[in-house]
T-cell receptor, first 111, second 118 residues
Framework: TQLLEQSPQFLSIQEGENLTVYCNSS?????LQWYRQEPGEGPVLLVT?????EVKKLKRLTFQFGDARKDSSLHITAAQPGDTGLYLC???????????FGTGTRLQVTL | DAGVIQSPRHEVTEMGQEVTLRCKPI?????LFWYRQTMMRGLELLIY????????DSGMPEDRFSAKMPNASFSTLKIQPSEPRDSAVYFC????????????????FGAGSRLTVL
């Protein structure tokens, strides 16, 4: 079983602060995705990273895939209350269809 | 497109009762996934289908759980008999898989079915 550990588990910050969420595994993934989930809804895809070392930016969010494709990070600049939610990383191995989800990071951004 | 549609959104039942959760995937998607989410275990894959055929059911907890996909637009997840430890939010997701390249696979999730077994 591939385990994806996310840290921190919980994060409460004030509007305007920066933060980084980490996703780590001992397994190699062919690609890695980040999702955000809001209460009462399903996860929504934010980004997919495919190449080791790849960096993708989505407005104030920066995603990086580790060189060895075993880990990833999500950095949020100048967090806003609308960023509040559960952030999940998910790894895909080989050509299999199944995604393995991380343990999740619950972020709360207050005014 | 209305997205992935799940029903019911909420279900409260008593231990021992049969529970059936339903899912309508996005039209044109050829892969369907059932996940379960709890605080303790996070989001776990139960089973997934490609072109209506079950591919991997290794995540199904035990024989009390069964899933079917009779056609491309409908799937069910059944629990019989239900137990309190089955209480969770059950998500259905669908995607479009092209050939053997899954690197860009994108899942669209439904809003989930929250199950409480008393």
């Amino acid at each position: 079983t591939q385990l994806l550990e996310q840290s921190p588990q919980f994060l409460s910050i004030q509007e305007g602060e920066n933060l980084t969420v980490y996703c780590n595994s001992s397994s190699v993934f062919s690609s890695l995705q980040w999702y955000r989930q809001e209460p009462g809804e399903g996860p929504v895809l934010l980004v997919t990273v495919v190449t080791g070392g790849e960096v993708k930016k989505l407005k104030r969010l920066t995603f990086q895939f580790g060189d060895a494709r075993k880990d990833s990070s999500l950095h949020i600049t100048a967090a806003q209350p609308g960023d509040t939610g559960l952030y999940l990383c998910a790894g895909l191995t080989g050509t299999a269809s199944k995604l393995t989800f991380g343990t999740g990071t619950r972020l709360q951004v207050t005014l | 497109d209305a997205g992935v549609i799940q029903s019911p959104r909420h279900e409260v039942t008593e231990m021992g009762q049969e529970v059936t959760l339903r899912c309508k995937p996005i039209s044109g998607h050829n892969s369907l996934f059932w996940y379960r989410q709890t605080m303790m275990r996070g989001l776990e894959l139960l089973i997934y289908f490609n072109n209506n055929v079950p591919i991997d059911d290794s995540g199904m907890p035990e024989d009390r759980f069964s899933a079917k996909m009779p056609n491309a637009s409908f799937s069910t997840l059944k629990i019989q008999p239900s137990e309190p430890r089955d209480s969770a939010v059950y998500f259905c997701a669908s995607s479009f898989r092209t050939g053997g390249n899954m690197r860009a696979n994108v899942l669209t999730f439904g809003a989930g079915s929250r199950l409480t077994v008393l």
